[in-house]
Antibody, heavy 120, light 110 residues
């Protein structure tokens, strides 16, 4: 059974860079045709797709966040990461990592989520 | 990209059926059969209920079904139960090769 777990600082200063890592267990991050995504949910608001990465390193980002977001993958550690620059209070949210099966909209596996607060 | 449009809330009595709509455009919902629905209890992890418009993952009750007509996808829950009370979100693939979510619908079981 695949499991995903987010990790990273829970507090980030405004204008700084938010960095999160998702560790995948129960399977290789490089096996199969899967896309590895980041999704967030600000308090009291809906879900927002941030972006995704394929095993090859190919990335796709939410157009509204593209200028500030970088997603990378490290197959040697079975992890993928999110970096979001120039954060503001509006970036305060629960951040989830998730796996989607390629060629489908099957987002079956999600991490537990981690709360990131942007505040000084 | 604009969020997909969902009703803010829907309600129904136990045993009844309800339908939640998810309206987009021809560049997302209407253009692709890549629509999913998630059930989300506050503080918990979103659970996939429907994918590729109509497919139900293993373990999901057959009381949940999905459909699409034009630019609107729908999630129908039949035989409503108290445990179905949650937030529901749709998501769709877009022509920008990205994904967009709906604003979410709060389901209340009366």
């Amino acid at each position: 059974q695949v499991q995903l777990q987010e990790s990273g600082p829970g507090l980030v200063n405004p204008s700084q860079t938010l960095s999160l890592t998702c560790t995948v267990s129960g399977g290789s991050i490089s096996s199969g045709t899967y896309y590895w995504s980041w999704i967030r949910q600000p308090a009291g608001k809906g879900l927002e797709w941030i972006g995704q990465i394929f095993t090859s390193g190919s990335t796709t980002y939410n157009p509204s966040l593209k200028s500030r977001v970088t997603i990378s993958i490290d197959t040697s550690t079975n992890q993928f990461s999110l970096k979001m620059s120039s954060v503001t209070a509006a970036d305060t949210a629960v951040y989830y990592c998730a796996r989607r099966m390629g060629g489908t909209s099957n987002f079956a596996y999600w991490g537990q989520g981690t709360l990131v607060t942007v505040s000084s | 990209q604009s969020a997909l449009t969902q009703p803010a809330s829907v309600s129904g009595s136990p045993g009844q059926s309800i339908t939640i709509s998810c309206t987009g455009t021809s560049s997302d919902v209407g253009g692709y059969n890549y629509v999913s629905w998630f059930q989300h209890y506050p503080g918990k992890v979103p659970k996939l209920m429907i994918y590729d418009v109509t497919n139900r993952p293993s373990g999901v009750s057959n009381r949940f079904s999905g459909s699409k007509s034009g630019n609107t996808a729908s999630l129908t829950i039949s035989g409503l139960q108290a445990e179905d009370e949650a937030d529901y979100y749709c998501t769709s693939y877009t022509s920008s090769t990205s994904w967009v979510f709906g604003g979410g619908t709060k389901l209340t079981v009366l």
